[in-house]
């Protein structure tokens, strides 16, 4: 397990993050990053890079009032699920 504090990156440390789980990391390692929230938006857009970077996230967290924690596993993550809504059809 390692420990990655992007803190002092601010908003722009998605590719440091991506450029670390790929040569930092060994496979089925896990990674805890640590980065400043800055704009919400930063922590779902994290979640999105680390499952299209073929990676896991075991867990987002709030770390202080303004510093966030993502655990990250080096294995690919499980396909996400599309519920597909079922339509209703009227009598007929």
């Known amino acids: 397990m390692k420990r990655f504090d992007l803190r ?6 998605y ?3 991506l ?6 990391i060994a496979a ?8 400043e929230i800055g704009d919400f938006d930063n ?10 970077a073929g990676y896991t996230l075991m867990n987002s967290i709030k770390f202080t009032e303004v510093d966030w924690t993502l655990v990250v596993k080096k ?7 599309v519920e597909e809504s079922a339509e209703v059809k009227g009598d007929e």
Do not use: T
Request: charged share 40%; no cysteine; proline share 5%.
């Open 8 to 13: 002092h990156l601010k908003n722009d440390f």
């Open 15 to 17: 590719d440091r993050m």
């Open 19 to 24: 450029e670390l789980l790929d040569k930092q």
């Open 28 to 35: 089925e390692e896990v990674a805890i990053i640590i980065f």
């Open 43 to 52: 922590i779902q857009k994290s979640a999105d890079v680390i499952y299209e």
């Open 75 to 81: 294995v690919k993550p499980e396909p996400k699920v």
